[in-house]
């Protein structure tokens, strides 16, 4: 069962990176529309580029956030979680630095989760 859970969380943390790089795709967008069509002081305009950023970025977002969710529950347990669970998410954890404010934070916790993990792992203080 953990391995299926370890599973969903890296689905769903994949599923979020690719949000926030279609949203971080959309602000590039936005920003070329308003450089080519309109000056940034027309209303609609912003209006407009930032309702796309927002809706693209609203679900996929949110399933990262629950796919980080589960993998912290999963750490917290220590040895029960499948050790390619924590390959991969390591390797996410580096994916998810890389998306500045929000995917920076996010992927320095998952490191240091895994750290105390694995710390706890090597010391037997499994919670």
């Known amino acids: ?5 370890a599973a969903v ?10 949000g926030l790089a279609i949203a971080m795709l959309g602000v590039l967008k936005f920003v070329q529309i308003t450089a080519l069509y309109g000056s940034p002081d027309d209303p609609r305009l912003v209006a407009g580029g930032l309702a796309q950023i927002l809706t693209g970025l609203l679900v996929p ?20 979680s499948p050790g390619w669970f924590k390959q991969i998410l ?9 998306l500045v404010p929000v995917g920076t934070a996010v992927g ?9 993990s694995t710390a706890a792992e ?3 203080d499994v919670d």
Do not use: N, P, Y
């Open 9 to 18: 969380s890296l689905f769903l943390q994949v599923v979020g990176l690719f």
């Open 61 to 80: 977002g949110m399933c990262g956030f629950v796919g980080v969710l589960i993998a912290w529950l999963l750490l917290r347990k220590g040895t029960e």
């Open 1 to 5: 069962m953990r391995s299926l859970f």
């Open 90 to 98: 390591r390797v996410l954890a580096w994916v998810w630095i890389v």
């Open 122 to 124: 090597s010391t037997g």
């Open 108 to 116: 320095l916790l998952l490191l240091v989760w895994l750290r105390r």
